[in-house]
């Protein structure tokens, strides 16, 4: 099994829940990116006749969690608030994020390496299920940090793998 972690940027900014039958609306080369690999995984595994799995991941945190590129909402918005930083959230003034814990996307992971052929050759949404509302700061603007905003939903891929994460964000 090909085993592909995507991510829910791919869905842009939206105040609806997000489910994998959700549109696909990229803000981003990133977003763009990972769109062209998940169809690009899909037609290579089709002719070479490989299982493959799509997870779309939601902002996944846990212990030492960088990034090189400032992609990690959690961890830049830490370091700002440790450095002293002004913060510039680029929202419509309601801002809402799912996180999950490392270990709970991992477990997921190992689950789908079990999966039954009929649920093989999906993409599916890897999400704690909870959305929170990230507080919004108005300070001189220094970097944008966010670029999008969404719901939740455990949707197929909470059912499809039995797993429902223990790890809440508070």
Partial sequence: IFIFTSSASVYGSSLKKITENSAIN???NYDINKILCENYIKKFCNINKINY?????SNIYGAQIQTKNNRGFLFNFIRKIYTNSN???NTNGKYYRDYLYIDD????LEKAMLLKKKHLDKTYNLFYGKSYIMPIFKPLPTTILALFSFIASLGFGYHVLMHLP???FR
């Fill in 26 to 28: 990229p803000l981003s």
């Fill in 105 to 108: 996307c991992i477990k997921g």
């Fill in 87 to 89: 913060i510039l959230l």
């Fill in 53 to 57: 799995l799509i997870f779309r991941l």
């Fill in 166 to 168: 223990s790890i809440d």
